[in-house]
């Protein structure tokens, strides 16, 4: 049996254990938990099988795999990247390594990943569950990380948010202009921001504001009807 997006790297036994077979079976049905915590900002992260496929989601929105990764999946189609050019990449919200995953498996092999990822959970199933993309991954705040890393990058991924919602400090222009410093020449930033809620238009707003003082130029992507992807250049 070909298992789809788990090429599990933990104990063999998680692999050949009847319980992990029949609940992948039960996934075809309805979702099936794997396991669920807590975060730190208080939202409950589940792993669960749906349809074959390992996935995090929390109460409202998917945070590693499913809609996001089929998201940003989309947007490196529509904007045919020049990968050959691309030799470090920074994932702000790496998650359970979605993007890189992505990255990794359908345009580039030697780029150097880099991810920031502040909650441990999301980390640890990554190291657990998923595919090692070979990314160098920090447990850290991205505001934090972003005003004191040193390096740049060719291309900069944002997928920060808590729930349905990017977080205030994530939307101001000083996070931008700190992202903004860290891009090599001719990088580019791809910001992933969810329209779906009524309060979401203001900040949508303000957000295209924001953008458009930091940067010259400012690209709007649509995915998955609520997914608007910020190209910023």
Not at 46 to 66: C, D, I, K, P
Not at 203 to 219: C, E, I, N, P
Request: glycine content about 6%.
């Amino acid at each position: 049996m070909k298992l789809t997006n788990f090429e599990y790297k933990g104990p063999p036994a998680i692999r050949r254990t009847f319980l992990f077979y029949l609940k992948y079976l039960l996934s075809f049905i309805w979702p099936v938990r794997v396991e669920k915590v807590i975060a730190s900002n208080g939202n409950a992260l589940n792993l669960v099988f749906e349809y074959g496929r390992l996935v995090v989601n929390t109460g409202e929105a998917n945070y590693s795999y499913g809609n996001l990764q089929r998201a940003f999946e989309g947007v490196f189609r529509e904007l045919a990247l020049p990968w050959e050019q691309i030799e470090n990449i920074l994932i702000l919200g790496f998650g359970s390594g979605s993007v890189a995953q992505s990255i990794r498996k359908s345009y580039s092999q030697k780029a150097n990943l880099v991810g920031v990822e502040r909650d441990a959970t999301l980390i640890r199933w990554y190291r657990t569950y998923f595919p090692d993309t070979g990314a160098h991954i920090f447990e850290s705040d991205a505001h934090h990380f972003v005003q004191n890393c040193q390096s740049t990058f060719d291309l900069i991924v944002v997928d920060l948010f808590e729930g349905l919602d990017v977080p205030d400090q994530f939307r101001g222009r000083d996070f931008l202009l700190s992202c903004k410093s860290l891009l090599a020449p001719r990088g580019k930033l791809l910001y992933n921001f969810v329209k779906e809620q009524p309060k979401h238009e203001a900040q949508y707003a303000d957000l295209l504001d924001a953008f458009g003082k930091t940067f010259k130029s400012v690209r709007i992507l649509t995915q998955m009807d609520i997914n608007r992807i910020f190209l910023a250049e």
